[in-house]
């Protein structure tokens, strides 16, 4: 199903290239360096790994359905392909099913592989973020109504990166969430792990009095470096984590 990503109305950078690669469900917008490479070649090897890492969880979900359906952790085989096996881990540690680490996942191994023709690069999927920056990057934070939306953002530093920057949403988007919190925000240098939280950190979030109950949560994952979770006009926050004004 597909979602206009209307949040990408805010996305300016004057001294990055920035296009969108979209292969079935996945739709990326990818910003990077462009001083060597035109954007037609950039163009072609984001689809490339796109396409690569589709197949391989598509192959995988064809063997072995769970994969695609459980909404608890599975194990998968050794030889399973890597893209597969860090999802699995990435949600069992959260406790959730391997699908909820899929955007985090495809950000992060589509982002490195083009680390090879670009210093700086950030890989958005569907809210789901991989970054390696090069200078402070300012993330604004869409969470549905809530009155945070547009004014509310993150600094990321480059000693931060390369880290992943995840949201899970009650309210905005069709992935599935248990929760109603209209954002919950994860950092993690594991990209699939901050997808995987965010998402069970999202789930937790039900009312407004589970905040801090969500918050927690994510504080309790070895490996989570912040979280961010809003609804409405109330906000619970932990880590290392530099507001701004968006």
């Known amino acids: 199903m597909y979602e206009e990503r209307k949040y990408r109305k805010w996305v300016k950078h004057d001294d990055l290239l920035a296009f969108e690669v979209v292969d079935e469900e996945t739709d990326l917008l990818i910003s990077c360096k462009s001083e060597y490479y035109e954007l037609s070649f950039l163009s072609h090897e984001s689809m490339a790994s796109v396409s690569l890492y589709r197949r391989q969880i598509k ?9 695609l359906t459980t909404f608890e952790p599975m194990e998968v ?13 990435a949600a069992s540690i959260a406790g959730v099913g391997p699908m909820a680490a899929v955007a985090g996942a495809i950000s992060e191994f589509v982002g490195r592989d083009l680390l090879r023709l ?6 958005e999927n569907g809210g789901d973020i991989f970054i390696k920056a090069s200078s402070d990057r300012l993330m604004g934070i869409y969470a549905s109504e809530s009155p945070f939306t547009g004014r509310l953002g993150i600094r990321i530093s480059p000693e931060q990166t390369p880290t992943g920057i995840c949201t899970s949403s009650g309210t905005v988007g069709h992935s599935i969430s248990f929760g109603k919190a209209d954002a919950a925000l994860v950092i993690s240098k594991w990209t699939a792990l901050a997808d995987a939280v965010a998402t069970a950190t999202g789930n937790i979030a039900k009312t407004q009095d589970d905040i801090q109950k969500a918050v927690d949560f994510a504080r309790s994952i ?9 609804m409405g006009s109330k906000i619970g926050i932990w880590g290392s984590i530099e507001l701004v004004r968006a």
Do not use: L
């Open 222 to 230: 070895n490996g989570v470096d912040g979280v961010i979770v809003i």
């Open 118 to 123: 670009s210093d700086e690069i950030i890989v």
């Open 77 to 89: 085989e050794d030889n399973a392909p890597e893209i597969v096996k860090d999802m699995a881990k």
């Open 59 to 67: 192959d995988y979900i064809a063997k072995n359905r769970k994969f």
